[in-house]
Structure formats: structure tokens, C-alpha cells
């Protein structure tokens, strides 16, 4: 199958320059960000969660009866086909057990994952989805809605705590749903989340160990998938430990959302990632025909988690080191801007 227009034009560019300086010089932000659809091939998570790459990936139906997909603009609502079908199970579950109406799912995967030009560290590897605090409404919402509907924050700006006028009850049980099924890795909220999880989760406190505190994360959280057995393209992160985390929240609130002190560095973005910081694999991913009848609002129909053995890749990824912190092994800086 031949491949599709600005990024076929943009690769072969690259691609054909005979020393491969160019393709090396390039943010691999710009190549992933450049692929309107997914690869063919057997589905693969390759490498680690912020630095790797989607094969064979799977677009989230735009309706199902309990899930809507927003923010279709962005041709981001690929994944690994058992994410998928993890996500549309938390969001059946959701409306058995938390009384959710169905869920709004935001960012997935680019078609063939990797890193975006802007908005995401991580979810390049067809394992994360964010799902807004913003319940489904009773109708089908129109693509121009889907793109510009208001998700409010349920954290109040001035003490970064929760905002208990905008949270409901259903909101805790819904990341309780998430949050036990067997497959889910983390899930990140804002520390204020977090904070308010502690005060109401009663007895049962095992579920709250997967709930991480993170930047942002105020109007959503992010649900992450475990690397599925026998994958061994796929690089695990490392364990949560043990505990609710609920002792570890006053780092967040006294230093880390604080504005940073007058004599404080500017805070400075991180360098963009290149193609040779990521797997072998990911060149050979951009490099492959689109999968057969993928287009760019490719409407998959639901399925089951297929073997694990239909994931094993043959080439094992090393992690990229990361730096201890309170919110279980995720590198960050000190401070971040705007509070």
C-alpha cells in the first residue's frame, strides 16, 4: 500500500538524503507527529512508556454505548488493541459500579505512537489514555463540540487542594474502578486527587497504591497499562512499593506546586527526543506500509484481549534511567511554571 501524503513526503525526504544525517537530526516529534495512520504488522508496544514507539495500533471507536472520543483533531485516540479493550471494559465497569453515565476519553497514542510535538512526556507506546472527570452526556456530542468543550478543573487554583464544590462522590469511585483492574500499572491525578482519595477510601486501601500524585492531572486522570506478558518489546517501569501513599502527599503541596523562589532558575523544557534515543524499532515502524483499510478516523469495532503471545516482539528495550521521587520513580523537575 502505498504511503499516505505529507508524511510519506516528509520521510522520504529523509530517508533518501544517503547518510541519514538528516533523519538523525530530526526530532522524532516530527516524524511520529507527521503519520496520519497506524502500521501494518502485529500489534507492539515498543520500549518505555516516554520513549517508544506503537506497531500495529488500533483507533478507539468515536461512540460506543459507554464512551465518547474527544478531541478528534488531534488524531490521537490510537492504542494497543488489549489498551482498547482495557479502556472500554474500565468504561462498562464505570457505569455498573460507579454509576457513570460513560466515560470521555481525551489523548491515547499518536497512529504509530511515539513522541508528540506537544501535550505528553509519555503515551507513546499505545499503553496510556487520559479519561476526563467530565461525565458522558446523554448525547452524541458533534466533532466541533468534542474539540472545544469546556473540562472544568475540580482543584482550586489558590490552594491547589481539591475544589469540593466541583467533585461528586462518583468521581472516587470511577478511579476505583480503574484503579482495580488487574491490567492497570499507575494511574496519575493531581496531588489534591490524591489528597482527597486518602480521606475517603475508608478500609479498603489497596487500589489507592496504583494512584500516583503528578503535575497537571486536575481535570482528568491518566490511566497506564502494564506491559502485557510475553512482550518483550515492551519495557516495564518499576514497582510502586508497597502502601497507600497517602504519607507521602506533603512534598507536593509544600514544594513542588509552590511557585519557584525569586533566585530559581527559569524552568526549561526538556531537549527534544531523536530517533537514535529510541528503540531500533521505532525506525522500522515509520518506515512500514499503513495497516490495510486504516484511515485517519479509522472506526474499529470493539474487541477482546487477544493472546499474550500474539504481542512478543524480538528485540528486548532497555528503560531509560530515571530519577527517584515522591511520586513512585517518574523523573521531574523541582519546579514547574505557573504554580
Known amino acids: 500500500m502505498a504511503k499516505h501524503g505529507r508524511s510519506a513526503a516528509l520521510l522520504a525526504a529523509l530517508f533518501l538524503t544517503g547518510t541519514g544525517t538528516t533523519l538523525a537530526q530530526t526530532p522524532a516529534k516530527e516524524l511520529f507527529g507527521a503519520e496520519a495512520r497506524p502500521s501494518e504488522g502485529p500489534p507492539a508496544a515498543i520500549g518505555f512508556y516516554s520513549r517508544g514507539c506503537l506497531q500495529g495500533g488500533m483507533a478507539m471507536p468515536a461512540d460506543g454505548p459507554t464512551w465518547q472520543v474527544m ?41 504509530r505512537g511515539g513522541p508528540m510535538r506537544d501535550g505528553h512526556a509519555s503515551h507513546q507506546i499505545g499503553l496510556d489514555a487520559d479519561i476526563y472527570l467530565t461525565e458522558m452526556p446523554n448525547r452524541r456530542l458533534s466533532n466541533a463540540e468534542r474539540d472545544s468543550m469546556p473540562l472544568p478543573s475540580v482543584i482550586d487554583p489558590k490552594t ?64 497506564r497499562m502494564k506491559c502485557l506478558p510475553g512482550s518483550k518489546s515492551c519495557e516495564p517501569q518499576e514497582s510502586t512499593g508497597k502502601g497507600d501513599g497517602c504519607d507521602k502527599l506533603d512534598w507536593w503541596f509544600d514544594v513542588a506546586l509552590q511557585p519557584p523562589p525569586p533566585n530559581a532558575k527559569p524552568y526549561k523544557k526538556p531537549p527534544p527526543i531523536f530517533m537514535t534515543a529510541l528503540p531500533k524499532a521505532c525506525a522500522a515502524v515509520l518506515k512500514e506500509p499503513d495497516a490495510p483499510g486504516a484511515t485517519v478516523s479509522a472506526a474499529a469495532r470493539p474487541v477482546a484481549s487477544p493472546p499474550a503471545a500474539a504481542y512478543a516482539a524480538p528485540e528486548p528495550v532497555a528503560a531509560p534511567p530515571t530519577a527517584a521521587a515522591p511520586s513512585g520513580g517518574m523523573p521531574m523537575p523541582r519546579f514547574r511554571p505557573g504554580g
Not at 488493541?81 to 466515560?103: F, K
Not at 499507575?186 to 497504591?209: M, Q, T
Open 71 to 111: 478531541k478528534p483533531s488531534r488524531n490521537r485516540a490510537f492504542a494497543h488493541p488489549a489498551m482498547i479493550a482495557l479502556l472500554q471494559r474500565i468504561s462498562r465497569d464505570a457505569a455498573a459500579e460507579a454509576g457513570w453515565r460513560g466515560l470521555l476519553f481525551g489523548d491515547m497514542a499518536q497512529p
Open 160 to 223: 491547589r487542594h481539591l475544589d469540593e464544590r466541583r467533585w461528586r462522590p462518583q468521581m472516587a469511585a470511577l478511579i476505583k474502578t480503574a484503579a482495580e483492574e488487574p491490567q492497570v500499572e499507575r494511574i496519575f491525578v493531581h496531588p489534591g486527587i490524591k489528597e482527597k482519595l486518602c480521606k475517603v477510601a475508608g478500609r479498603d486501601r489497596a487500589w489507592l497504591n496504583k494512584v500516583r500524585p503528578m503535575y497537571g492531572h486536575d481535570y482528568h486522570f491518566h490511566v
